[in-house]
């Protein structure tokens, strides 16, 4: 969902940047009235999108069958969503073309997919790295979803299973997370959608401030 969602964007201002600067230089409408359309337009599929993919997902996987933890997952990976999308904007606001665009994307989300649980555990991550993961949408949202999917969780363990982990906490103890944490990610995720889109916007403006000079 992060790359889906920061790759449909990531190419938008590069392409209208030329129309827009344009229009600007006419005071046809103001940068923020601009970005906030721009936002706005995105809603509808950022809320549908995730839908279509977790509806039919959630049950093949076979994650717990309980409505609250459906809808909580669909909630996650909304939040998720819209923080890629974000820093998709922060990428294409810096970016003059199309091509640079996309030679940034990839390198500026490698190290966030990276450090965000799932390939290396939080506790094992370098200490000269550990900083990433408080500004990581990845972190957050495994986070999450391991929590929403493993809390008071028993799993059935016969005596030949070696490594078994018999509750969920242990479980999510054991990648290194903390049960009580997950109204704190659904917070962060919303804190670092917020931030992501203003460094966005600040970025758009320097932009439209430069090439007046």
Known sequence: MSLTNMFSVIQAL??????????RGNKMYRI???????TLSEVPFTILIPLFFVVPAY?????????????????ILILVGDVAQSAGYIVSAMSST????LALGPAFVMPFLLFGGLFVKSSEIPVYFNWIKYVDWFYYGFEAMT???????????????VGCLP??????ES???????FGFDLILLGVLIVA??????????????????
Request: glycine share 4%; hydrophobic share 50%.
């Open 175 to 181: 990648l290194g997370f903390q049960e009580d944490n």
């Open 196 to 213: 992501a889109r203003l460094i966005a916007y600040i970025v758009l403006r320097i932009r439209v401030l430069l090439s007046k000079t």
């Open 167 to 172: 509750k969920g906490t242990l479980v999510i």
């Open 98 to 101: 199309v091509p640079v665009a």
């Open 147 to 161: 929590i929403n999917e493993w809390q008071d969780t028993f799993i059935n363990c016969s005596t030949t299973d």
């Open 59 to 75: 049950w093949m996987i076979g994650l717990k069958q309980t409505v609250t933890s459906f809808f909580l997952c669909y909630l």
């Open 14 to 23: 590069p392409l209208e940047m030329p129309v827009f600067l344009r229009e």
């Open 32 to 38: 923020s009235l601009y970005f906030l359309c721009k």
